[in-house]
């Protein structure tokens, strides 16, 4: 699977769009990129894939960039209940088990 | 809206006993995990199951772990003799299979080895 990164910590406004990016630029052709979050120790919750079209759901959007190298996860108006750790993972869709490998993610804070 | 389900949620146990953790996945998925997350560390894989095996497991998932589908509808992970390094949150999860690829996981348990 590609290794991705992300910057450790991010605040944001409460309101406001909070933006999440994550570089992963050996991903390869089948693999799609998805997106989990994880509230303070509670198991962690699907929120959004793609695999090189933008994608929106009732939860977040997220942007790919052309070359697949990079993408940014968008919480249109963030909430309190928004801050958690944001992980991005790249992963080949349907293969095998299928298990995923969680980085250290993204800590967002949201604030008041 | 179906829910992964998990029991305990908290367990505390003494160093060299048995632990069961138990899991109610969602009833039509296919596919069903177990990771587990160190206080402070990542969430790490231990175990895939699919059609009463086990189809994959991690270097963590060693001779004192095993899972059981018993019943059709309980996934369960067994420690056999648990060390104080076996103290965290473990998660189930579950995912439909036929090429959806997103997980579903439980609250967790938290075990506590003394």
């Known amino acids: 699977d590609a290794k991705t990164t992300q910057p450790p910590s991010m605040d944001c406004a409460e309101g406001r769009a909070a933006n999440l990016p994550c570089n992963h630029s050996?991903?390869?052709?089948?693999?799609?990129v998805y997106w989990y979050r994880q509230i303070h120790s509670q198991g962690p919750q699907y929120i959004i894939h793609?695999?090189?079209n933008n994608e929106t759901n009732e939860m977040a959007s997220l942007i790919i960039t052309e070359d697949r190298k990079s993408s940014t996860l968008i919480l249109p108006h963030a909430t309190l209940r928004d801050t958690a750790v944001y992980y991005c993972i790249v992963r080949v869709r349907g293969a095998g088990s299928y298990q995923l490998t969680f980085g250290k993610g993204t800590k967002l804070s949201v604030i008041p | 809206e179906p829910e992964v389900t998990q029991t305990p949620s908290h367990q505390v146990t003494q160093m060299g006993q048995e632990v069961i953790l138990r899991c109610v996945p969602i009833s039509n998925h296919l596919y069903f995990y177990w990771y587990r997350q160190i206080l402070g560390q990542k969430v790490e894989f231990l175990v895939s199951?699919?059609?009463?095996?086990?189809?994959?497991k991690s270097e963590i998932f060693d001779d004192q772990f095993s899972v059981e589908r018993p019943d059709g509808s309980n996934f369960t992970l067994k420690i056999r003799s648990t060390k104080l390094e076996d103290s965290a949150m473990y998660f189930c999860a579950s995912r439909l299979g036929q090429g959806g690829g997103e997980l579903f996981f439980g609250e967790g348990s938290r075990l506590t080895v003394l």
């Open positions: 199951f699919y059609n009463n095996e086990i189809s994959e």
């Open positions: 793609g695999l090189k």
């Open positions: 050996t991903i390869s052709g089948n693999e799609y």
